[in-house]
């Protein structure tokens, strides 16, 4: 059965650091998605992303981070100069093509450690 | 914007049945979601409502009334490995909204 993988599972780094998380969709998936959970906490969105470009964002997605699908099957978010508060689990999620929603489906994640 | 609200944490004993409730209130609906979270582990699928009614897939099932912003996750024959955090989700237009998930503790 087809799943998202992500790499690393962990990543300690030093705050002002940048880092690249990777993850690797499901492959006939058009729509993919970056989201975070902070430990004890909810998972909260961060980005969407279709046909090349972000659809949507939410407000923790600032200026120090982005997202890029660099060839076809690589979907990369890019923290700038991390921060303490960074430190979470993050999760990608892709979803197939679906007029009503459609579910989407996460990878294991990768837990970010800044010091 | 989104309001979903689970109970935190709920208890049950195996071969029991549970039902878990969320309540939501929400800018746009695009479908309620379920999903089940080990600690330290992604989220995976259990159940996707966009019509009222139950829909059922084997010990889990799920309902849904848009008008009353209201669905529940129901668990039959309750296992030891049902153990875990249950997050509803609600659907916009591209995003998923979690709510803060209801843990269940299943004890022998």
């Known amino acids: 059965e087809p799943e998202v993988t992500q790499t690393p599972s962990h990543q300690v780094t030093q705050m002002g650091q940048e880092v690249i998380l990777r993850c690797v969709p499901i492959?006939?998936?058009?729509?993919f998605y970056w989201y975070r959970q902070i430990l004890g906490q909810k998972v909260e969105f961060l980005v969407s992303?279709?046909?090349?470009?972000?659809?949507?964002k939410s407000e923790i997605f600032d200026d120090q981070f982005s997202v890029e699908r660099p060839d076809g099957s690589n979907f990369t978010l890019k923290i700038r100069s991390t921060k303490l508060e960074d430190s979470a689990m993050y999760f990608c999620?892709?979803?197939?093509?679906?007029?009503?929603?459609?579910?989407?489906?996460f990878g294991p994640g990768t837990r970010l450690l800044v010091l | 914007g989104q309001n979903i609200d689970q109970p935190t944490e709920m208890t049950a004993t195996e071969g029991a049945i549970v039902q878990i409730n969320c309540t939501y209130q929400?800018?746009?609906?695009?479908?309620l979601f379920w999903y089940q979270q080990h600690a330290g582990e992604a989220p995976t699928f259990l159940s996707y409502?966009?019509?009222?009614g139950l829909e059922e897939k084997g010990r889990f099932s799920s309902f849904l009334s848009r008008s009353k912003g209201y669905s529940y996750l129901l668990l039959k024959e309750l296992q030891m490995k049902d153990s875990a955090s249950y997050l509803c989700?609600?659907?916009?237009?591209?995003?998923?909204?979690f709510g803060k998930g209801t843990m269940l503790l299943v004890s022998p």
């Open positions: 999620a892709s979803r197939g093509y679906s007029r009503n929603g459609g579910t989407q489906y």
């Open positions: 492959s006939n998936h058009l729509y």
């Open positions: 992303f279709y046909n090349n470009e972000i659809s949507e």
């Open positions: 929400t800018s746009g609906f695009n479908g």
């Open positions: 409502n966009v019509l009222d």
């Open positions: 989700a609600v659907a916009g237009y591209s995003t998923l909204t």
